[in-house]
Every structure is written in structure tokens, then in C-alpha cells.
């Protein structure tokens, strides 16, 4: 509860509101709310229009997980990409990063979340049927793109394992990933360049 002497109940609410976004301050969240006052009603309610529709219309793909506003997301659905490769992701955030780098021109998988055995995530919370479906009706390459975390290690070396014996090319992006990275936090170039010098899954294991 931020203490809101003197404002009115319907502005300290969408204070109170915005203060709870990550990077917004109590006194970012006042500045805001203010400037929401100032300008035009209209503007107000474009936003409430738009924040309203966000979850009505942002879905998950139902073949790769990434954000989709309808069944398919825009990257299963581009006949010019290649959806024979995979690139294989922790979270939908993580396409963002990856598409911002402009070059692949694969298909994606997002695990929603990684192996991680402090948090009781097995296998079973990850989107692997989905993927094991993929897998079978024939892809040419799988990218693991985990972070370069240890949970995210041990999920790259857990798939490498789970598909070794089907017929299709397992490589992993580069060390150009500090140790200990999120995609999220990487620059373009870096990972853009990590995913070009992707190095195949069994040269990475000794
Ligand atoms: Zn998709």
C-alpha cells in the first residue's frame, strides 16, 4: 500500500496499480498516473481498450507455443521459413530476442520453463509431447537455445539425451552466451551471432 496523502481514490488506485509493473516506482507510478490526468480522456481510454483485449487476444501457438493472436503463430504459418529446424527455447520472450537478430529463418519450440529440480519442474511441466510429436513427423535440426544457467544446461543435455536416437541434427548455441545467461538480457548481436555458431550437440559433450 503506498501512503497517497490528499489524492483521490481513483487516481491513488491506478497508481497503486501501475507501482506493481517491474521498474515502476511508487514516484514513476505517480508521475504516470498524473500524466494519464493531464492528457485527453480519450488516450485513457485507448489504453484501458487495449490492455482489456491483451489476454482476450494473445494466445499461445498450439504447435510451438510462441505468442499467436489466433491457433497459429506467425512463424508456423510463413511458408518461407524452414520448419524442419527447430530452435528450441525456454520462454516466448525468448523468440522476441531471437527474432530481433533478424537471420533465422527456422521454426521455434518454447518449453515454457526448464528442468529444475529446486523448483519440482520435471519433464512432465515442459512442453515435450508436443516436441516428441515434432520430432517424429521428421525434422532436420533441433537448436537447443536453453539459457546458459545450470537449470538450463541440464535441460539442453536432458533433450540431447531424449531424441539421440532419432534421425535429426542436435546442435547447441555457442559459448558466445555468458555462463550464467538469459536470452532475455543479451544483446542482438551476441545472440544472433550464438545461434550462427551453433555447434553440434556431440563436439560440445566430452
Ligand atoms: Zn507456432
Not at 26 to 33: C, F, N, V
Not at 90 to 105: F, I, S
Not at 172 to 190: A, K, M, Q
Request: hydrophobic share 40%; with cysteine; charged share 25%.
Amino acid at each position: 500500500m503506498i501512503h497517497l496523502p490528499g489524492v483521490p481514490a481513483p487516481l491513488a488506485r491506478v497508481i497503486e496499480m501501475l507501482a506493481t509493473l517491474p521498474g515502476i516506482g511508487p514516484k514513476t507510478a505517480m508521475r504516470l498516473g498524473l500524466n494519464l490526468l493531464s492528457r485527453p480522456a480519450s488516450d485513457s481510454e485507448h489504453l484501458a481498450e487495449a490492455l482489456r483485449i491483451l489476454h482476450e487476444e494473445v494466445g499461445f501457438c498450439e504447435t510451438c507455443g510462441c505468442f499467436a493472436e489466433q491457433g497459429h503463430c506467425q512463424f508456423c504459418t510463413d511458408v518461407n521459413r524452414d520448419a524442419t529446424v527447430i530452435c528450441l527455447v525456454e520462454q516466448p520472450v525468448d523468440v522476441l530476442m531471437m527474432e530481433r537478430g533478424h537471420g533465422y529463418r527456422g521454426c521455434y519450440h518454447v518449453l515454457r520453463g526448464r528442468l529444475s529440480p529446486v523448483d519440482g519442474v520435471g519433464p512432465e511441466q515442459l512442453r515435450l509431447i508436443a516436441l516428441d510429436k515434432r520430432v517424429e513427423q521428421g525434422i532436420s535440426e533441433l537448436i537447443l537455445a536453453t539459457s546458459a544457467t545450470v537449470d538450463g544446461e541440464a535441460t539442453a543435455h536432458y533433450l540431447a539425451n531424449r531424441y539421440q536416437h532419432q534421425d535429426v541434427r542436435i546442435s547447441r548455441i555457442s559459448r558466445g552466451v555468458p555462463e550464467g545467461g538469459e536470452l532475455e538480457y543479451l544483446d542482438e548481436h551476441t545472440l544472433s551471432r550464438a545461434l550462427d555458431q551453433r555447434v553440434s550437440w556431440d563436439s560440445t559433450v566430452m
